[in-house]
């Protein structure tokens, strides 16, 4: 019998030194992963370039998301979602302190069709 989770479920009381990720289902060419942040950004410098594409959910919190090629940061609240196709650099600017933030991400190889 499938068990039932729920994506808000043991989230830190506190803030961690590093983000969590927690795979939520895999499968060739795709995988679900939950990402909670607790006031983590990435490195300076750092741009992810991945080979996958990425549909991402913020679905608590706050944060601030850098794409390649854009001057400002996009504002992401709970309910925004944006899909990152495969090597679109991007970086988390920020995840608001003090707060948990809660993302589900998707990703996907280039075997799957284009939105």
């Known amino acids: 019998m499938p068990e039932?989770?729920?994506?808000?479920?043991d989230l830190p009381s506190s803030p961690r030194e590093?983000?969590?990720f927690q795979e939520l289902l895999a499968r060739p060419g795709l995988r679900i992963e939950r990402i909670v942040s607790t006031g983590q950004a990435s490195p300076p410098d750092f741009w992810y370039d991945q080979?996958?594409?990425e549909w991402v959910?913020?679905?608590q919190g706050e944060a601030g998301l850098?794409?390649?090629g854009?001057?400002?940061i996009r504002h992401?609240?709970?309910g925004d979602f944006l899909h990152l196709p495969p090597h679109l650099r991007h970086r988390v600017a920020w995840t608001a302190a003090g707060q948990v933030t809660?993302?589900?991400a998707i990703h996907y190889d280039e075997t799957c069709p284009p939105p």
């Open 51 to 53: 080979p996958g594409g």
């Open 18 to 20: 590093e983000e969590g």
């Open 66 to 68: 850098a794409l390649e």
């Open 102 to 104: 809660v993302w589900l």
């Open 57 to 59: 959910l913020l679905l």
């Open 4 to 9: 039932l989770h729920n994506l808000f479920a």
């Open 70 to 72: 854009e001057a400002g």
């Open 76 to 78: 992401l609240v709970p």
